[in-house]
């Protein structure tokens, strides 16, 4: 049965909206008292349930920014069309293309040429493989078809336009990796998390260039390379199953490990939108029980500054995060952690040096205390206790003991594996993890 999809803004209140919430809340309510108990309808008995969605599509597609450069592209296309197009999407002029195309910059636009010869000139060129053909772009393949345009003068945007379960066929085993026998159910978690999160951007960005980038800054996708069988299978067999809350897709977060506790969304992002389904709670069955996590390399670690190396770094990702308000220093006189969340994270952590004192807030003091250099990977999270030595009105050394790897907020990716692997149902899990959302069938 096809679905139409309209889309619902948030919070207001319609017909379709109460229609929405009540047949989402007959489906099925997380417990956010008691996650690990109750009754769950299994996913294969989900009726479907109509939202709408920006592009009006059947099955929602997503696009996806895969590369962006200022050089020529190269793109390798079995056999399908190209519509070359003006900046509002007029259609100016139309062809066949197999083989090899290459596009590049010119004055104002996009030239695209085939066998060496210019075939079109426009704003943006739209490449749409025959049924299935995909396309290869820099040796990398992928489902769906190409969108390529323009990006302040500067670059050109490649974006794969795909429906959106070929795309996290492409994403599952980059953002979850491969699982072991036993495990499976965490990849249809990964698989619902994933598709709710895309669905939750296709509203905020449907005025912008694309929805999402390949990348951490949303979801990891490698094109049909990234692929693999077992996960390819999850996405099949929780097609179109979504988290739900008050008539939109959530916004599904997900990290490596929480360190035993998740994150509220208040603590990490306090600039962001709060969801009540991300607060922080302890990713275990209960109070003093081991955490579903505790089997991840990240659940305990340590890192060691000296005052010199300390200095030496924040002095570069001090301005980096707080801008142009924060003047040259030579030496930090104390660094403290100014309030802690109730899951152990720090709020504020502030940074005394000898030209003045400042304040880092949330997951951004992630990107302040770099563990090795002002552009290596960022400490793991802000789930630490924090121990400083000082002499002579300088830091001498600070040591960091702390838990879990990324924000933390939403599904701990080792929690659920860990859940999967003691027997837990993939809806099961999704309630530990986003409790008060619902589950639905929405395609
Ligand atoms: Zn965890």
Known sequence: MKTVFRYIPSFRASAALT?????????MVFSCAAPDRGAYQPLETLPETEIDLPGGDDVPVVRVLVLETDDRIRIDIPDGQVAAKSEDGRTIGRCEVSGTVVVSKTRNGLRLKQRNRPVHEAPVMELRPSEDAGFTIEDTPYRGGLLLRRSGGKTILAINVIEIDDYLKGVLPAEIGYLKEGQYEAYKVQAIASRSYALSKLEEKKNELYDMQAT?????????????????EAVDRTRGVVGIWEGEPIRAYYSACCGGHTSDIRVSWPWKAHYPYLYGHRDAPGEGVKSYCRESRHFRWEVVWSG?????????????????????????????????????????????????????EGDRIRWVLRPESAKGPILRSTLFKMEVSRRGGRVRQIRLKGGGNGHGVGMCQSGAIGMASGGYSAE?????????????KIY
């Open 216 to 232: 951490i800054m949303d979801q990891v996708y490698r094109g049909i390379k990234g692929e693999n069988r077992v996960a390819s």
């Open 308 to 360: 010199s190396d300390l200095s030496r770094i924040t002095g570069k990702t001090l301005p980096a995060e707080l801008g142009g308000r924060v003047a040259p220093f030579n030496v930090i006189r104390d660094i403290r952690v100014v309030g802690h969340a109730p899951s152990g994270r720090a709020r504020v952590v502030e940074i005394v040096t000898d030209n003045g004192t400042y304040r880092v």
């Open 19 to 27: 229609a929405v919430v009540l047949a989402a809340s007959l489906v």
């Open 428 to 440: 099961r899990i999704l309630a530990h993890y986003y409790p008060g959302a619902a589950l639905s």
